[in-house]
């Protein structure tokens, strides 16, 4: 399988190295060409446009920020779907409304093209070591061709069913991550004002019933505050797609959207 890869910034540019490293013949395009100097010394190649890219690959892995970055990337006459042959496969890793998934798999469809929604967790770290959590949904025939190219720099790769379902998982995990960024963050200022040292109670919680990723990312990168610079508007977006999600599906978020939001509020990232 010949595989093109769009989006090579902290998490993505590992994944499409793992592809490289994996084997595979690996075609890539940057909108910023400093992210291809990383490459400079492996056999991928580089493509001027997503169009050149699609028309020499059979399953093209697209990494990018947000919607409109997934639509930029696959419309238009430079774009993926102008010039992919039938039979190709466009996997999103882009974390985005499953709407834009289903979209894109409309227009891919009627040039015989298929649509996988796969987006990840665990960072570049985990990439460079090959044990991203891929969330994948789509047809299993699908799916399955493109397992092997994911085993490059995935474990776990899960199928979670119908197009939608992987990103709709992956708003469900960052909603409950910010929920308890806020939980966290709150418990760690009464500890302080309690007169426990905070990093001492991140010690004793971290190996104890009310631990969580979100403590202990609170400890590694010095704070909310600091945590809101680098993710912040990243998760207020993805908190309201999931809630355009239960609103469409006439659901609440109850508590754990409440507790996500005042996570927002203290970031300065209200939803």
């Known amino acids: 399988m010949r595989v093109g890869f769009i989006g090579l910034g902290s998490q993505g540019g590992p994944m499409a190295r793992r ?11 940057a909108r910023r060409p400093a992210t291809l100097e990383a490459f400079a010394d492996t056999k991928a190649k580089v493509a001027e446009s997503p169009a050149e890219l699609a028309a020499a690959s059979d399953l093209v892995c697209v990494c990018v920020v947000g919607d409109a970055d997934v639509d930029q990337i696959a419309s238009g006459d430079r774009g993926v779907l102008a010039a992919m042959k039938p039979g190709g496969v466009i996997a999103i890793h882009s974390t985005v409304h499953p709407n834009t998934c289903r979209e894109l798999a409309n227009q891919a469809a009627a040039k015989g093209i298929s ?14 070591e090959g044990r991203l959590l891929v969330m994948v949904g789509g047809d299993a025939d699908v799916v399955e061709r493109c397992r092997p190219v994911f085993a490059t720099y995935a474990d776990p790769i899960v ?14 995990n960052n909603l409950l991550f910010t929920a308890h960024l806020g939980t966290a963050a ?16 991140t010690e004793v919680v971290s190996r104890s019933s ?25 998760l207020q977006k993805d908190a309201r797609l999931l809630v355009d ?26 939803r």
């Open 210 to 234: 009310g631990n969580s990723f979100a403590l202990n990312a609170l400890g590694g990168i010095g704070g909310l505050d600091r945590l809101a610079g680098v993710a912040g508007s990243l």
């Open 19 to 29: 592809i490289v490293e994996g084997g595979y013949e690996t075609t890539l395009w």
């Open 159 to 172: 199928h979670l069913g119908e197009l939608g379902s992987g990103q709709t998982t992956k708003l469900l």
């Open 245 to 270: 999600l239960a609103d469409r599906a006439g659901a609440g978020g109850g508590a754990v959207l409440e507790a996500a939001d005042a996570a927002l509020g203290l970031m300065g990232h209200p």
């Open 115 to 128: 649509v996988v929604d796969a987006p990840v967790s665990g960072g570049g770290g985990a990439a460079s």
């Open 186 to 201: 709150t418990a760690l200022s009464l500890a302080g004002a309690l007169g426990v040292d905070p990093d001492r109670l």
